[in-house]
């Protein structure tokens, strides 16, 4: 069978491209652009020959037939210019500690951690998420930026889009001199300033094939800073798309970890959330008007998506930072419904899935249901303390949580939004509405529960309590710091 395999697809006709050099365009725009690049679908057969021809047509989803973007991908480990694991650097690790972007190992968040999360200061009564702040994948891309800066002293270095979603940590390799590639007036990314012979680094949340195609092209040196649970569901996407399958993706469409996502599959929609997903099934089972699918996924599917041919085989991949629980209902979602409309025996032939979901998105979630799981009882917090950076997804499902129950919230992605002299704060709400509230914190005996995204160092975290303890002691003069006993976990690189 893998002969036959094989030879259906070296005599299979190539792709159709209805995206051509549109597409390419499209594909190398920041995260405001909408999702237009893959290739559309050909048409769906019932037999095992139509099967293997369309895996066949539906393998090339970089705008040209031919192309296959994993053996691309794979290439570059042999081009001697490109770089994708971490060297531990010690020189890179200690400047990451002087600047704050990384795990405290002396300030107030490291001491939490010797003292079950909890810290207490004259009437402020701390409580620290039991898992919170930078995950293994954002803390990896940092250092990997840090030691790129050392590894090529002199050199002109070139980041694809932010390292994470964190203000202070980008500013920081701004100041070390890594040039940020903005979107020019038409919104597409401006590569001009990238000679060959220089150094890009690619963000934790991947960069577009057409954009890696372009910096190989250019012969510069790049610096892969991708996080492995990332790569491992563009491998979902590209094996869905090789068997012919259409991949449902759990995302936000503008979010650059799914564009980057969407460019290495075939053909493809976006669903935002549950409710989009049962869109979705709803019309695989049902039918229903196909002008209002495409008008309502318009900013997230391939070129040439026809819901009515390309929905007949699916395959589940997901944005790493969505919430595991959802992901894990929509795919339980899409099997059913495949399995209702074509039965048992082809399920398999009709439904793909890979284990892609990260489980620190959900472990801080659920850190955070469990410090507010108290409330009404002694053990309840007064208020919940969210840092993170503005534009970061998982941080806005952390202030979501004390949203829904009602605990007063304040998501804030540096201290500087805190005025300590009026008692004022600027804070972000979880749907995003930017709001100031004055008199946040109210005199007296206090308990603040306190969490932080994935991609916020602790440093951060330190300086916004620094801020609080101010406002209610100006006396206050600091955590004296000293090393903690209490390390971070250890973690296997890819």
């Known amino acids: 069978m893998q002969a036959q395999a094989s030879a259906a697809l070296a005599a299979a006709p190539p792709a159709r491209s209805s995206g051509g050099a549109a597409t390419a365009a499209a594909c190398r725009r920041g995260a405001a652009a909408p999702l237009r690049r893959g290739v559309a679908a050909c048409a769906a057969g019932g037999s095992a020959k139509e099967v293997l021809e ?52 002396s300030g107030l968040v490291a001491q939490m951690r010797e003292t079950g999360y909890a810290w207490k200061q004259g009437d402020v009564t701390v409580k620290l998420a039991e898992a919170y702040g930078f ?11 840090y030691e790129a800066r050392k590894a090529y002293p002199g050199q002109r270095l070139h980041i694809t889009n932010e390292i994470i979603h964190n203000p202070g940590v980008n500013q920081r390799l701004k100041e070390m001199d890594v040039q940020f590639i903005d979107q020019g007036p038409d919104g597409e990314k401006d590569f001009s300033g990238v000679k060959s012979g220089e150094v890009v680094i690619l963000p ?29 569901v563009w491998n979902a996407v590209d094996n869905q798309t090789r068997k012919g399958h259409t991949s449902i993706i759990h995302g936000k469409w503008e979010h650059e970890e799914t564009i980057a ?70 795919g339980k979602l899409l099997e059913k419904t495949q399995l209702k409309k074509y039965g048992p025996a082809e399920l398999s032939s009709r439904f793909m899935i890979m284990d892609t979901i990260c489980d620190a998105t959900q472990e801080r979630q659920d850190a ?21 950076g503005f534009n970061s997804s998982n941080t806005s499902h952390l202030q979501e949580i004390p949203e829904l129950k009602d605990i007063p919230s304040f998501w ?38 306190v969490t932080s995204g994935a991609s916020t160092p602790d440093k951060a975290v330190e300086d916004v309590l620094d801020r609080v303890f101010r406002i209610k002691d100006p006396s206050f003069a600091g955590i004296a710091p000293r090393k903690a006993a209490v390390k971070k976990a250890a973690h296997e690189e890819e």
């Not at 910096?215 to 510069?220: A, G, K």
């Not at 599959?265 to 008007?289: M, P, Q, S």
């Not at 249901?369 to 208020?383: F, H, S």
Request: hydrophobic share 40%; proline share 4%.
């Open 204 to 232: 934790a949340f991947g960069a577009s094939v057409q954009e890696l195609r372009l910096l190989n092209e250019r012969q510069v040196q790049i610096v892969d800073t991708t996080c492995p649970w990332v790569s491992k």
């Open 368 to 388: 955070v249901y469990k410090l507010t799981g108290a409330q009404g009882t002694a053990e309840g917090v007064d208020i919940m303390l969210v840092v993170g």
């Open 412 to 449: 804030v992605d540096s201290a500087a939004r805190i005025n300590v002299d009026a008692n004022k704060v600027t804070h972000k709400l979880a749907h995003g509405e930017l709001v100031e509230t004055a008199n946040w914190l109210p005199e007296g005996p206090l308990v603040i529960g």
């Open 135 to 145: 995950c293994w994948g954002v803390e990896r891309a940092v250092q990997m930026a």
């Open 261 to 330: 996502t969407a460019s290495f599959a075939g053909t493809y929609v976006i669903v935002k959330g549950l409710a989009e997903a049962e869109y979705v099934c709803d019309y695989i089972l049902n039918g229903g008007n196909r002008e209002e699918f495409l008008a309502k996924f318009s900013n997230a599917m391939s070129p040439g998506f026809d819901p009515d041919r390309d929905l007949e085989r699916i395959g589940m991949a997901n944005q790493t930072t969505m919430l595991k629980g959802e992901t894990e209902a929509i």
């Open 54 to 105: 369309r895996a066949a047509d539906r393998s090339e989803p970089a705008n040209e037939p031919g192309f296959d973007a994993r053996a691309f991908r794979r290439s570059l480990n042999t081009t001697g210019r490109y770089t994708r694991k971490p060297s531990n650097d010690p020189d890179s690790l200690a400047l990451m500690e002087e600047h704050g972007v990384g795990y405290s190992t």
